[in-house]
């Protein structure tokens, strides 16, 4: 059983690019985060969707920054027009929707490390 | 606003026990998890409390107070192995019940 998988690994941008970041989520999970982490920092929500819904996005820049998640295929998190403050590492994870009182593990990809110059 | 915060560091020697303590606030609040990452790779899960209490998992132990708002983390018998970063994260609750994370904490384990 595969874990969550993101790619690609690394990624190398210009300024003012554009960015496509993918991620499968386990099997059997039906929800997907994104998540943003500068070195040495947290991980900082960005957006919470399920498959053809976007659960939450109050974490997501209100210009450039997209996510979709659809019916088929990976999640996509989209950067246009990368600025040098994109640079990050940003994680997926998957888990199943989450029941009051139930664990819904989430469990993470190795992650996308951007970089634009 | 919801928050979670968490010491920056601790450092401790192989063989110690170490508390790594985090209090919360959140507009709901579903339980409280632990994640440790190593040197910047995939954060994996540690530990889950619903319920007010203690859970142990082997040398891992993680106690809630949903009274006060605060759990922590005790890593007991310290290895080198466990040098890494420590995050507690709950479930928002609410319309989205959306999953957020602690500042987290840096523990290093010195010989």
């Known amino acids: 059983n595969a874990g969550v998988m993101q790619n690609p690994r690394h990624l190398v941008r210009r300024r003012g690019q554009e960015a496509r970041l993918r991620c499968s989520p386990m099997?059997?999970?039906?929800?997907v985060y994104w998540y943003r982490q500068l070195p040495e920092e947290g991980l900082k929500f960005m957006v919470y969707l399920q498959k053809e819904n976007i659960i939450d996005e109050s974490g997501m820049p209100k210009e450039r920054f997209s996510a979709e998640f659809p019916k088929e295929g990976p999640s996509i998190l989209r950067i246009q027009q990368v600025v040098r403050g994109d640079s990050a590492a940003y994680f997926c994870?998957?888990?199943?929707?989450?029941?009051?009182?139930?664990?819904?593990?989430?469990?993470f990809g190795q992650g996308t490390r951007l970089t634009v110059v | 606003g919801q928050s979670l915060e968490q010491p920056s560091e601790v450092t401790a020697v192989e063989g110690a026990i170490v508390q790594i303590n985090c209090t919360y606030q959140t507009s709901g609040f579903y339980g409280l998890s632990w994640y440790q990452q190593h040197d910047g790779g995939a954060p994996t899960f540690l530990s889950y409390n619903a319920l007010d209490g203690l859970e142990e998992t082997g040398r891992f132990s993680s106690f809630l107070s949903r009274s006060d708002s605060y759990g922590y983390l005790l890593l007991q018998e310290l290895q080198m192995k466990d040098s890494a970063s420590y995050f507690c994260a709950v479930r928002s609750g609410g319309a989205t019940n959306k999953l957020i994370f602690g500042t987290g904490t840096l523990l290093a384990v010195q010989p």
């Open positions: 099997k059997g999970h039906s929800h």
């Open positions: 994870a998957s888990s199943r929707p989450a029941r009051q009182g139930l664990l819904a593990e989430a469990f």
